[in-house]
């Protein structure tokens, strides 16, 4: 269906991608893989028309139409969020909006001919209208929208009302109603919370036509592409499994790599023994020939880099007492504009012990993060109350931390702000293990990227000797590699945990305990993720 050939992109010095070949084929679910900056987005771009490389074909078979979802969701306004994602529906909607037009036309007096006329191109259109699905579309659209959090009482909202995040799962359903042959989605799993995820996984292994998708959510990944394709250090390479077996066998690969090299050299260095040995030699004039020649004729195996990934070493700590929180018949309520209240939840009872890892789970609007700012001393509790336990120091990473940072400070002016107490070389030392080395650590704040950001507030968190880490969504805008060392540290971690995150890898591999904050109430579920899942799923 699509068929990449020898493609080339580079912008400037710098090589995205060389002698790129692949094929998207019928039904292909494929995971896009690569560090962050690797040319993944690039390589949307291209499929989907937006970008033309510097070298080599793409083709797309004819008469299949191509559907790309990007983070950058544009401009929206002047209409409902049903509509919004109706429109996305192409000539069925406008085909759609004719017949409305064709059929107020026939209400009007006019001559027979004029109606024959207009009965002939309404049937025709209808004819057109019923065989793409037409009458289904707005129940679709519908369908579509609920399933990714926006339920009927938003349908007719204006789409300038909703944040930057909804306006994404708007753009989202748009691209999904549209139905493509073949679809591109790049992160999809931003800003949605674990229920949508799980609807979307499901929408998307029903999905009857081929995907390309990136998603920094492993076990997201896994379950949905039985293809990976791996874009690193200008190479593109194809893997004939899921994630998983993609981490395995790009291990076996890179062995196979590094022995052929071991092997290539050893060759190399005994032809090169000969040429310095025998070179004056008239008598052997003829032998040193041969052997540059064919050592100038040998395709050298490079072994590329390996990608540069955090390496989080933690302080070491001082014991906090037993009891980390104690909450008890805890409420907050928000004040609306009208003079009214939100309860955001109530009665909420509760012990966090030492060394507790836990998840705070809900759906999204049911207050994990008003918890967590009351836990973190952010805000008062309106009712009840939630009291720190003795000798505990604490951090708080919110979704919102990185808003905190001073734009116009260097990485290594904001970290050394934050931690006035280490040396210079320290510093150096956190941030290049956190991914900021050379010149990197120079940049200003105000221009890195929402991942980057995210790794210089974790950077400083990490580096002080907090006892209770409060953790809102950390993993958002790490890619997968960032996510596994930040997971391994926190499974070293010996202190206490509380963390939300969407992310069910790493909570499948990190917590003991889950507290789910449902219809404003608390439930406690004493295990681990998988615990809890098993025992929702009985209740459900």
């Given at each position: 269906?699509?068929?990449?050939?020898?493609?080339?992109?580079?912008?400037?010095?710098?090589?995205?991608?060389?002698?790129?070949?692949?094929?998207?084929?019928?039904?292909?679910?494929?995971?896009?893989?690569?560090?962050?900056?690797?040319?993944?987005?690039?390589?949307?771009?291209?499929?989907?028309?937006?970008?033309?490389?510097?070298?080599?074909?793409?083709?797309?078979?004819?008469?299949?139409?191509?559907?790309?979802?990007?983070?950058?969701?544009?401009?929206?306004?002047?209409?409902?969020?049903?509509?919004?994602?109706?429109?996305?529906?192409?000539?069925?909607?406008?085909?759609?909006?004719?017949?409305?037009?064709?059929?107020?036309?026939?209400?009007?007096?006019?001559?027979?001919?004029?109606?024959?006329?207009?009965?002939?191109?309404?049937?025709?259109?209808?004819?057109?209208?019923?065989?793409?699905?037409?009458?289904?579309?707005?129940?679709?659209?519908?369908?579509?929208?609920?399933?990714?959090?926006?339920?009927?009482?938003?349908?007719?909202?204006?789409?300038?009302?909703?944040?930057?995040?909804?306006?994404?799962?708007?753009?989202?359903?748009?691209?999904?109603?549209?139905?493509?042959?073949?679809?591109?989605?790049?992160?999809?799993?931003?800003?949605?919370?674990?229920?949508?995820?799980?609807?979307?996984?499901?929408?998307?292994?029903?999905?009857?036509?081929?995907?390309?998708?990136?998603?920094?959510?492993?076990e997201f990944m896994t379950r949905i592409c039985n293809r990976t394709i791996e874009i690193a250090?200008?190479?593109?390479?194809?893997?004939?499994?899921?994630?998983?077996?993609?981490?395995?066998?790009?291990?076996?690969?890179?062995?196979?790599?590094?022995?052929?090299?071991?092997?290539?050299?050893?060759?190399?260095?005994?032809?090169?023994?000969?040429?310095?040995?025998?070179?004056?030699?008239?008598?052997?004039?003829?032998?040193?020939?041969?052997?540059?020649?064919?050592?100038?004729?040998?395709?050298?195996?490079?072994?590329?880099?390996?990608?540069?990934?955090?390496?989080?070493?933690?302080?070491?700590?001082?014991?906090?007492?037993?009891?980390?929180?104690?909450?008890?018949?805890?409420?907050?309520?928000?004040?609306?504009?009208?003079?009214?209240?939100?309860?955001?939840?109530?009665?909420?009872?509760?012990?966090?012990?030492?060394?507790?890892?836990?998840?705070?789970?809900?759906?999204?609007?049911?207050?994990?993060?008003?918890?967590?700012?009351?836990?973190?001393?952010?805000?008062?509790?309106?009712?009840?109350?939630?009291?720190?336990?003795?000798?505990?120091?604490?951090?708080?990473?919110?979704?919102?931390?990185?808003?905190?940072?001073?734009?116009?400070?260097?990485?290594?002016?904001?970290?050394?702000?934050?931690?006035?107490?280490?040396?210079?070389?320290?510093?150096?030392?956190?941030?290049?293990?956190?991914?900021?080395?050379?010149?990197?650590?120079?940049?200003?704040?105000?221009?890195?990227?929402?991942?980057?950001?995210?790794?210089?507030?974790?950077?400083?968190?990490?580096?002080?000797?907090?006892?209770?880490?409060?953790?809102?969504?950390?993993?958002?805008?790490?890619?997968?590699?960032?996510?596994?060392?930040?997971?391994?540290?926190?499974?070293?971690?010996?202190?206490?945990?509380?963390?939300?995150?969407?992310?069910?890898?790493?909570?499948?591999?990190?917590?003991?305990?889950?507290?789910?904050?449902?219809?404003?109430?608390?439930?406690?579920?004493?295990?681990?993720?998988?615990?809890?899942?098993?025992?929702?799923?009985?209740?459900?």
């Amino acid at each position: 269906m699509v068929n990449l050939s020898n493609i080339k992109l580079a912008y400037g010095e710098r090589v995205i991608f060389r002698n790129g070949t692949f094929l998207v084929r019928p039904n292909d679910k494929i995971g896009l893989v690569g560090p962050n900056g690797s040319g993944k987005t690039s390589l949307f771009r291209i499929i989907s028309g937006e970008e033309h490389p510097d070298e080599g074909t793409v083709s797309v078979e004819s008469g299949k139409t191509v559907g790309y979802f990007s983070q950058d969701v544009g401009e929206m306004k002047g209409h409902s969020a049903l509509t919004e994602v109706l429109k996305g529906s192409g000539n069925i909607f406008a085909i759609g909006e004719e017949l409305t037009e064709l059929e107020h036309e026939m209400c009007e007096p006019m001559d027979d001919e004029a109606m024959d006329k207009l009965m002939n191109r309404y049937g025709e259109l209808q004819m057109e209208y019923q065989n793409k699905g037409g009458y289904t579309l707005e129940n679709d659209g519908k369908a579509i929208l609920n399933g990714l959090g926006i339920g009927s009482d938003r349908w007719d909202d204006p789409v300038e009302n909703f944040s930057g995040g909804w306006k994404m799962r708007i753009a989202l359903a748009r691209i999904l109603l549209q139905n493509p042959d073949i679809l591109l989605i790049d992160e999809p799993t931003n800003h949605l919370d674990v229920e949508t995820i799980v609807w979307l996984e499901e929408w998307l292994k029903e999905f009857k036509g081929s995907l390309v998708m990136t998603s920094h959510d492993r076990e997201f990944m896994t379950r949905i592409c039985n293809r990976t394709i791996e874009i690193a250090s200008g190479e593109i390479t194809m893997y004939s499994g899921d994630y998983d077996f993609y981490m395995r066998e790009r291990v076996i690969r890179r062995e196979q790599l590094v022995a052929s090299k071991k092997k290539q050299d050893a060759m190399l260095a005994k032809d090169e023994e000969f040429i310095a040995r025998f070179a004056a030699r008239a008598s052997h004039a003829a032998q040193v020939q041969s052997r540059v020649k064919k050592i100038e004729k040998i395709e050298r195996v490079v072994i590329p880099p390996e990608p540069k990934v955090m390496k989080i070493r933690l302080k070491e700590l001082k014991r906090s007492g037993d009891i980390v929180v104690s909450m008890e018949n805890l409420g907050k309520k928000w004040p609306l504009q009208n003079g009214t209240e939100l309860s955001v939840f109530s009665g909420i009872t509760g012990t966090i012990e030492r060394t507790n890892k836990i998840a705070l789970t809900g759906v999204n609007g049911a207050g994990k993060s008003t918890l967590l700012k009351v836990i973190s001393e952010q805000t008062g509790a309106t009712e009840g109350t939630c009291t720190t336990g003795g000798s505990v120091s604490m951090g708080y990473f919110s979704q919102y931390s990185s808003d905190l940072l001073n734009p116009d400070n260097t990485i290594f002016e904001e970290v050394a702000a934050r931690l006035p107490d280490e040396t210079m070389g320290s510093i150096k030392n956190l941030l290049g293990a956190f991914q900021f080395s050379g010149d990197d650590t120079d940049k200003k704040i105000g221009i890195l990227s929402g991942g980057e950001k995210s790794r210089v507030v974790l950077a400083c968190l990490m580096a002080q000797p907090l006892n209770f880490l409060i953790f809102d969504e950390p993993t958002n805008h790490l890619d997968i590699a960032s996510r596994e060392v930040l997971l391994e540290a926190l499974q070293e971690y010996e202190g206490t945990l509380i963390i939300v995150s969407h992310d069910r890898y790493f909570l499948k591999h990190l917590v003991n305990r889950v507290f789910e904050i449902d219809h404003g109430k608390m439930n406690v579920y004493e295990g681990d993720y998988d615990y809890y899942l098993s025992k929702t799923t009985e209740i459900s």
